[in-house]
């Protein structure tokens, strides 16, 4: 299989050497970020510049596990400015490497966008193989970066057999995280990876895989059908205090022709401001409208609250209960069920099976 980089250029598989040829395979992705970035001589900040190769190269150890590696440089860029066709683009060179045979895969990216990458992915994947997300918070150029360990706890993680059916994980700082639940709760720190509400998944020590508990609720194959569409736009609205409205207003005074659904992040359990009720109900009546929780962990509730607002007056509204689901990954599921076509009662019954675990 070959895949091609951003400039349209065939990218070129290297197979590592390895302790053990019969040992597991596992396909290493590359598409940038600070684990592969270098300084400018000129000004001392940092970009993605290094390959696949070279991270590989950066990592004591490696051919010691006895794994089979193949790398490929996809793209070169900083998380941030990663979109859903690179993505897809990524799924597509993963489901090959699936069907030829490969035991996991390893996806070295920048950290901005990971638990936003990894939900897609594991929305997606349908293999049993594993699909281990990982980058750094230091670039190489800083005192102790932290990118050769994590890719080399990615790599443990992938060749891990006790990973299959577990969908696509994060790994960062040794500890494995489920998609659906990781999150990057700081903006520097090597431990900035968690899972609130349920902890990690498990630990990376000593070359293996520990697992703190069984594997996670997957929300792979509940998605079907290829993109019928590419011009699919979700916005997201943050609830703040004091939010009078206005935005929603504007939307629906002429924006809405050019946005396809909304995710509305609201207080708590789902509430919003008296005010928003009106402009919310008559955008629920012409595209979908998610309801989400900004506090970042915990689900929307259904009928715990009655005042105008709340969760229960929102959903009798025609909003679309998001479950526990963040509202960045709510969003990006939203327009997944879009491109592919479905209608109001397909994305409904989807946000009911994928909004809650379990």
């Known amino acids: 299989m070959k895949a091609m980089n951003e400039n349209g250029n065939e990218a070129i598989d290297v197979v590592a050497e390895s302790a053990d040829r019969r040992g597991p395979s596992v396909a290493v992705f590359t598409l940038g970020g600070t684990i592969a970035m270098t300084a400018d001589p000129a000004t001392g900040a940092v970009r993605p510049a290094l390959s696949a190769r070279q991270l590989l190269d950066s990592v004591p150890g490696l051919t010691e596990l006895g794994v089979s590696l193949s790398v490929r440089d996809i793209r070169n860029l900083p998380g941030a400015s990663l979109s859903l066709a690179d993505l897809d683009a990524l799924h597509a060179a993963i489901e090959a490497e699936a069907s030829g045979g490969a035991d996991g895969v390893v996806v070295v990216q920048g950290t901005d966008t990971i638990e936003e990458t990894a939900f897609y992915l594991d929305l997606l994947h349908r293999s049993a193989i594993p699909v281990v997300v990982t980058g750094a918070l230091r670039n190489p150029t800083q005192p102790g970066p932290d990118g050769p360990a994590n890719l080399y706890a990615a790599v443990v993680t992938a060749s891990c057999p006790r990973l299959r059916g577990a969908g696509c994980v994060v790994v960062l700082g040794d500890e494995i995280h489920a998609a659906r639940t990781v999150a990057k709760g700081h903006s520097t720190s090597p431990a900035a990876f968690t899972s609130p509400g349920s902890g990690p998944l498990g ?13 996670p609720y997957r929300t792979a194959g509940r998605l079907t059908g290829d993109v019928v569409r590419d011009d699919v736009r979700v916005l997201l609205h943050t609830v703040t205090l004091g939010d009078d409205g206005l935005w929603l207003e504007l939307l629906l005074d002429g924006a809405v022709e050019r946005c396809h659904g909304l995710v509305v992040a609201g207080f708590g359990v789902g509430h919003v401001p008296e005010r928003l009720v009106a402009p919310l109900e008559r955008l629920a009546a012409r595209i979908p409208v998610v309801l989400t929780s900004r506090t970042g962990a915990g689900p929307v509730l259904a009928a715990t609250y009655g005042f105008p607002g709340s969760e229960r007056d929102l959903l ?21 069920l879009l491109a592919t076509g479905s209608q109001l009662p397909q994305i409904t019954a989807a946000f009911e099976a994928i909004g809650r675990r379990g």
């Open 203 to 215: 630990l990376v020590a000593e070359g293996q895989v520990w697992l703190h508990h069984g594997l």
């Open 316 to 336: 009798s509204r025609g909003l679309i209960r998001g479950g526990d689901l963040t509202p960045h990954k709510a969003r990006l599921l939203l327009h997944r």
